[in-house]
C-alpha cells in the first residue's frame, strides 16, 4: 500500500507545478495575436484585425494590450462609442497610463463630451508626471485631436508646457505633427508681433498676441504663411479648434497671405 500512496502523491505534485503553464501559454498565444492584429490592422485589413482583438478580449476581457489596441482600431474606424468603452474598462485597471489617457482625450474630444475630455487631460498629465520611464515623464506635448479629412486625418499637437515669449500652442497637421513642428496650422505667438501691437490700442500693455497661421513650404524655397486670425491674449483650444474647422471647410478666409494646404479638406 506504501507504494500506491507514494506514487499518487508524486503525480499530484507535479499537477500542481504543471497547472500555472496553461495560463501562460494563453496569455503568450493572446500577445502574438494582438501583435498579428497590428500588422493586419496596418495592412488595412481593419475588420480582420479587430475581429482578432475582439476574440483574445472573449476570454480575456482584463487584457491590457487587447483592450488598447482594440480602442485604437475601434477609434480609427469611426466607432467612437466602442472605443470609449475599451479605454474606460482599460483605465480603471491601469491607472496613470499615458497612451491610454491620450486616447480617450481623442476620442471624448470627437464625441463631443468635453467634460471627460478635461478629466482626461488632467489625468494625462499626471501619468506624465508619475511615469516610470523617463521618455514619458520628460514628454511635453500630447495629440489631443484626430480630425478626419478627406486626405487622411489631420492631428492635433497640444505644446502644454511652452512659454516665454515666442512659441507655437497647438499645431494641426495631416500626418504626424512631430515630424514637421513648424508647418500646417499654427496657433503660436512671437515677440516683435506682440511689440507691434502692443504699440496701438488693439492690445493691453498685460496681453501677449497669438495668431493663426497656416505655413507650407514654398515652391521657391521657405516658406509660404498665411494668417487666418488673430487673438488677445492666449486663446482655448476650443476657440481655435472652431477657426480651425471654418478653415478645414473651406468656410474661412486668410486676413493675408493665400489659403493653405489644408483649406476645404473636410466635407462641409
Same mark, same amino acid.
Given at each position: 500500500?506504501?507504494?500506491?500512496?507514494?506514487?499518487?502523491?508524486?503525480?499530484?505534485?507535479?499537477?500542481?507545478?504543471?497547472?500555472?503553464?496553461?495560463?501562460?501559454?494563453?496569455?503568450?498565444?493572446?500577445?502574438?495575436?494582438?501583435?498579428?492584429?497590428?500588422?493586419?490592422?496596418?495592412?488595412?485589413?481593419?475588420?480582420?484585425? #479587430?475581429?482578432?482583438?475582439?476574440?483574445?478580449?472573449?476570454?480575456?476581457?482584463?487584457?491590457?494590450?487587447? #483592450?488598447?489596441?482594440?480602442?485604437?482600431?475601434?477609434?480609427?474606424?469611426?466607432?467612437?462609442?466602442?472605443?470609449?468603452?475599451?479605454?474606460?474598462?482599460?483605465?480603471?485597471?491601469?491607472?496613470?497610463?499615458?497612451?491610454?489617457?491620450?486616447?480617450?482625450?481623442?476620442?471624448?474630444?470627437?464625441?463631443?463630451?468635453?467634460?471627460?475630455?478635461?478629466?482626461?487631460?488632467?489625468?494625462?498629465?499626471?501619468?506624465?508626471?508619475?511615469?516610470?520611464?523617463?521618455?514619458?515623464?520628460?514628454?511635453?506635448?500630447?495629440?489631443?485631436?484626430?480630425?478626419?479629412?478627406?486626405?487622411?486625418?489631420?492631428?492635433?499637437?497640444?505644446?502644454?508646457?511652452?512659454?516665454?515669449?515666442?512659441?507655437?500652442?497647438?499645431?494641426?497637421?495631416?500626418?504626424?505633427?512631430?515630424?514637421?513642428?513648424?508647418?500646417?496650422?499654427? #496657433?503660436?505667438?512671437?515677440?516683435?508681433?506682440?511689440?507691434?501691437?502692443?504699440?496701438?490700442?488693439?492690445?493691453?500693455?498685460?496681453?501677449?498676441?497669438?495668431?493663426?497661421?497656416?505655413?507650407?513650404?514654398?515652391?521657391?524655397?521657405?516658406?509660404?504663411?498665411?494668417?487666418?486670425?488673430?487673438?488677445?491674449?492666449?486663446?482655448?483650444?476650443?476657440?481655435?479648434?472652431?477657426?480651425?474647422?471654418?478653415?478645414?471647410?473651406?468656410?474661412?478666409?486668410? #486676413?493675408?497671405?493665400?489659403?493653405?494646404?489644408?483649406?476645404?479638406?473636410?466635407?462641409?
Amino acid at each position: 500500500m506504501h507504494p500506491i500512496r507514494a506514487v499518487s502523491i508524486v503525480v499530484v505534485a507535479a499537477s500542481l507545478l504543471l497547472m500555472p503553464r496553461a495560463p501562460m501559454a494563453q496569455a503568450g498565444h493572446d500577445a502574438a495575436d494582438v501583435d498579428h492584429a497590428v500588422e493586419m490592422f496596418n495592412r488595412g485589413d481593419q475588420a480582420g484585425a #479587430l475581429g482578432l482583438v475582439e476574440n483574445v478580449l472573449a476570454h480575456s476581457p482584463e487584457d491590457q494590450n487587447a #483592450l488598447m489596441r482594440a480602442a485604437q482600431f475601434n477609434f480609427r474606424m469611426r466607432n467612437a462609442d466602442v472605443a470609449r468603452g475599451r479605454l474606460e474598462r482599460l483605465v480603471k485597471l491601469t491607472g496613470n497610463f499615458y497612451s491610454a489617457w491620450e486616447l480617450m482625450v481623442q476620442v471624448t474630444q470627437t464625441q463631443g463630451d468635453l467634460v471627460r475630455r478635461n478629466e482626461a487631460i488632467a489625468r494625462l498629465k499626471i501619468a506624465i508626471n508619475t511615469a516610470i520611464d523617463l521618455d514619458i515623464r520628460q514628454r511635453g506635448d500630447f495629440i489631443r485631436d484626430r480630425i478626419p479629412s478627406n486626405r487622411g486625418d489631420v492631428l492635433a499637437i497640444d505644446y502644454f508646457t511652452r512659454g516665454g515669449s515666442d512659441f507655437t500652442r497647438y499645431q494641426f497637421y495631416l500626418g504626424d505633427p512631430r515630424t514637421n513642428p513648424d508647418k500646417g496650422l499654427l #496657433l503660436r505667438t512671437d515677440e516683435s508681433t506682440t511689440e507691434n501691437w502692443s504699440q496701438t490700442a488693439l492690445l493691453p500693455p498685460e496681453k501677449q498676441l497669438f495668431h493663426l497661421d497656416m505655413v507650407d513650404p514654398a515652391p521657391a524655397g521657405g516658406n509660404s504663411v498665411a494668417v487666418y486670425q488673430f487673438y488677445v491674449g492666449e486663446p482655448s483650444y476650443d476657440v481655435v479648434r472652431a477657426k480651425v474647422m471654418e478653415i478645414l471647410r473651406g468656410d474661412a478666409r486668410p #486676413l493675408s497671405g493665400e489659403p493653405g494646404s489644408l483649406q476645404g479638406i473636410v466635407p462641409r
